[in-house]
């Protein structure tokens, strides 16, 4: 008898991701944005370079807000715990004996330890606090506007974790509405110009029901800032992931990244042959994936959105 097919769990999660992040670029992608454009975004908070020695009074704050809930993200905790911490130092570069108090939404206990090894292993990280709050997005705004102290903060990122939760313009308009004078928000998606696109866009009747993400990329993003009347900009990445593991039948590889594509345990063995072979020819389409060099490229492109306060 075929078991049936079912969600992912956390743990399966981050097995599938890895088989991603194995053969995407990703992480390259994150760094070059980090490395062409990050400088000038935080050389614009310009609170910042008003800084003195008092910690207390002047205090660069940041929240990193990573997963809104079990499997919030595309992304696993490490990555982005390392991301995190490659924008701290990009901020000490830009502003050199800024304190920085980066605040952490994260309700996994795992992924939260997980990033203090990170810190435990970074002596470099002079004038710098970490409070980690264990929370989803939604409980953390619930707090916030329960305890009536609104916070306020220089820079947040949302990396790649608005495709699972509740509410996303609400989301998005209580976290801008966090931002202090000049700061700035940032949002990490998939581009509209990226293979998600077009799978969610013309094939979405090839994903099976177990995955209950949002379908959004930059677009959906940006129609969000534009009715909320706040000033961003769009800066596209290239980014790919080599799948051709995907279609050799048998490949273990190749089955933890249809796991991952489809957020389903053991797609290849549990979904129908119709479907199975439905999703390989979508996937194999020039608007998804292209060939080089005998290997099956889907496009994983980038779109970092910047919001202005």
Known sequence: ???????????????????????????????????????????????????????????????????????????????????????????????????????????????????????????????????????????????VKEKGIHKKFDFIHMIQMLYRVEDIPNTIKFFHSCLDHHGKLLIIILSDSSGWASLWKKHRDCLPATDSGHYITSSGITEVLQRLGVEHRVYEFPSGWDITECFIEGDAVGGRMMDFLTGTKNFLGTAPPALRRRLREALCQPECSSTRDGRVIFSNNLSMIVVES
């Open 1 to 143: 008898m075929i078991p049936s097919m079912r969600s992912l769990t956390a743990e399966e999660y981050v097995e599938a991701f890895k088989s991603f992040l194995d053969h995407s670029t990703e992480h390259q992608c994150m760094d070059e944005f980090n490395k062409e454009q990050m400088p000038s975004i935080v050389a614009g908070i310009t609170r910042l370079c008003h800084c003195m020695t008092h910690k207390a009074e002047h205090a660069s704050r940041l929240l990193g807000d990573f997963l809104a809930g079990a499997l919030a993200s595309f992304h696993h905790i490490y990555l982005l715990a390392k991301v995190d911490l490659k924008m701290i130092r990009i901020l000490q570069a830009v502003h050199p004996g800024v304190f920085i108090d980066n605040e952490i939404v994260e309700p996994n206990p795992q992924h939260v330890a997980a990033y203090k090894e990170l810190v435990n292993q970074a002596p470099d990280l002079q004038n710098v606090s970490f409070i980690w709050h264990q929370l989803t997005s939604l409980e953390y705004e619930q707090q």
